[in-house]
């Protein structure tokens, strides 16, 4: 993990943490299964199955060589991924928690991929955003190798 990448992590849990509430058990199960069923779309291999799960300005960053911003460009991102025929991609999560008020949740873990090339795991960090008819998108995503 980069320590740029790694510091804004501590911010970003730091944040997060300082403003958690108590959230229903059907809100925390929602944002879990918001996170499987978004797992799935990536194991499909399908960019547009995984772009439905961004917000319109999500960020992603996956370390070098920065952030991607809007779910546009995150979708061609995992669209060149996926052009390799030997990528492919999974996560276990192992943390959930519903922040600020119930509007915000994050969703921690490590995510594993096969693609040739790279390191094969990762810690990964998800920020989301609940929307106004209930469902839960990704608002941040970060993933760093290691």
């Known amino acids: 993990m980069t320590k740029g990448l790694e510091r804004s992590l501590i911010a ?11 959230a229903t058990e059907d809100d925390l199960a929602n944002l879990k299964s918001a996170d499987a069923a978004w797992n799935e779309a990536a194991q499909s291999r399908s960019s547009e199955r995984i772009a439905e799960f ?3 300005e999500a960020i992603a960053d996956f370390g070098p060589p920065g952030p991607i911003r809007s779910k546009v460009t995150i979708a061609q991102h995992w669209s060149r991924l ?4 030997k990528y492919s ?5 192992e943390s959930a928690a519903i922040v600020d008020g119930g509007e915000l949740g994050y969703t921690i873990g490590r995510w594993f991929e096969e693609s040739g ?5 990762g810690p ?9 008819d ?4 990704v608002l941040i995503d970060t993933a760093s190798n290691g």
């Open 124 to 132: 990964y960090v998800a920020v989301w955003r609940k929307q106004p």
């Open 89 to 93: 991609i999974h996560w276990k999560l």
């Open 12 to 22: 970003l849990i730091a944040t997060l943490l300082s403003g958690f509430v108590h």
């Open 117 to 121: 090339k790279g390191p094969p795991s």
């Open 82 to 85: 996926f052009s390799n025929p």
């Open 54 to 56: 961004y917000t319109n």
């Open 134 to 137: 209930g469902r839960w998108l």
